[in-house]
């Protein structure tokens, strides 16, 4: 594993942690060089997922794009990098359990849209006003009498 600061290609493994769910490990590491720490995550290797887009095309499923939605949604709220993380892992999970090859890209922002929904009712509306592609005010105020109804 090459060290993100100096490219020295030679460090050893600090701590190695199993994910809640098992699959993932996490692993620090220390440069033998410059002696800096990093982490890096190990994940099974499987058979991409496919994502039906709303204009019909398919791409693989990006577990990066899911990440930086979500965290862009979390933004300034009191959410560790942890939740979101698992928020991700878990979703991929769910993906895969499906067994299916091809989900909609549809029912992918759902089931974020219920997770978040469940962790912070700000990042919520926030990613729901770019998945539901909100056009003025009267859209946000609609969703937030949705929430506050719910509660």
């Given at each position: 594993?090459?060290?993100?600061?100096?490219?020295?290609?030679?460090?050893?493994?600090?701590?190695?942690?199993?994910?809640?769910?098992?699959?993932?490990?996490?692993?620090?590491?220390?440069?033998?060089?410059?002696?800096?720490?990093?982490?890096?995550?190990?994940?099974i290797?499987?058979?991409?997922?496919?994502?039906?887009?709303?204009?019909?095309?398919?791409?693989?499923?990006?577990?990066?794009?899911?990440?930086?939605?979500?965290?862009?949604?979390?933004?300034?709220?009191e959410?560790?990098?942890?939740?979101?993380?698992?928020?991700?892992?878990?979703?991929e999970?769910?993906?895969?359990?499906?067994g299916?090859?091809?989900?909609?890209?549809?029912?992918?922002?759902?089931?974020?849209?219920?997770?978040?929904?469940?962790?912070?009712?700000?990042?919520?509306?926030?990613?729901?006003?770019?998945?539901?592609?909100?056009?003025?005010?009267?859209?946000f105020?609609?969703?937030?009498?949705?929430?506050?109804?719910?509660?």
């Amino acid at each position: 594993m090459k060290c993100p600061f100096c490219g020295e290609i030679n460090n050893k493994v600090i701590d190695s942690r199993l994910s809640k769910d098992g699959n993932v490990i996490r692993r620090r590491r220390e440069c033998i060089e410059c002696t800096r720490r990093f982490t890096t995550y190990e994940h099974i290797e499987t058979i991409p997922v496919m994502i039906i887009k709303k204009d019909g095309r398919r791409e693989v499923f990006n577990r990066k794009k899911v990440h930086s939605g979500i965290q862009k949604a979390c933004e300034k709220r009191e959410i560790s990098m942890d939740l979101i993380e698992d928020c991700v892992n878990d979703l991929e999970r769910d993906l895969r359990e499906t067994g299916q090859k091809e989900i909609p890209s549809s029912a992918i922002g759902e089931k974020i849209m219920t997770r978040l929904h469940d962790l912070d009712d700000i990042a919520y509306v926030r990613f729901a006003s770019v998945y539901r592609e909100f056009k003025d005010v009267n859209d946000f105020v609609d969703e937030l009498k949705n929430i506050l109804n719910k509660q």
